[in-house]
């Protein structure tokens, strides 16, 4: 009940206010004439052009980021070692972060060569069967290309083999030839 009073005082206070403040300017009120816009001039039609459409010309864009020059052959090209292979542990398709880094570098050159397409050879050392490594070889390769696709290479730019234990890198039948022989190898397929 308290309440209902102190809204019902609190109301009367406001009209009252309002009241008071209405009769105290009061007077006529003369309201400025409204002005209308001037009517826009439409300008004479322009007599109508033809325009000849031609061919486009197609040039080649040179990215602005690339400073050194490529060789035009292939193998030149493969010869540079413009790209690093990625090593794999025993049995193993998993990246290790020196691998992750040695992508990122790679990466990072894809990216300012964007005409470059690579092929990705999955390796394996002698041991095991034939089909376990093609298999494995296989895994290290789809590794590799998932992880470029993932620091942004598109992946109709990259393809994937896998040799097995087929052609090793390193001869011998001991742990410096073994781990030399669990790779990934980039092989530049196209400029």
């Known amino acids: 009940m308290r309440n209902l009073a102190r809204v019902t005082a609190a109301l009367l206070v406001v009209v009252m206010a309002l009241s008071l403040g209405a009769c105290a300017s009061g007077g006529s009120k003369v ?10 001039p439409t300008p004479p039609p322009a007599s ?49 972060p020196a691998a992750r880094e040695a992508l990122a570098k790679n990466a990072a050159w894809l990216q300012k060569h964007p005409t470059i397409s690579i092929l990705v050879e999955g390796h394996c050392d002698e041991r095991n069967t034939r089909e376990y490594n093609l298999a494995l070889g296989e895994r290290r390769a789809s590794t590799v290309r998932d992880y470029l696709v993932l620091l942004g290479i598109p992946s109709q ?27 990934s190898h980039f092989v530049i397929v196209a400029r």
């Open 157 to 183: 730019r990259i393809q994937i083999i896998s040799y097995g234990e087929e052609r090793p890198f390193a001869l011998g039948s001991n742990e410096d030839a073994w781990r030399l022989n669990r790779r």
């Open 31 to 40: 309201q400025a004439p409204q002005s209308t816009p001037a009517p826009t």
């Open 48 to 96: 109508v052009t033809e325009e000849v459409v031609s061919e486009p010309v197609t040039e080649t864009i040179v990215s602005e980021e690339v400073t050194e020059e490529l060789p035009e052959d292939l193998a030149q090209l493969n010869a540079q070692g413009y790209l690093e292979d990625v090593f794999f542990d025993t049995d193993r398709f998993d990246l290790t």
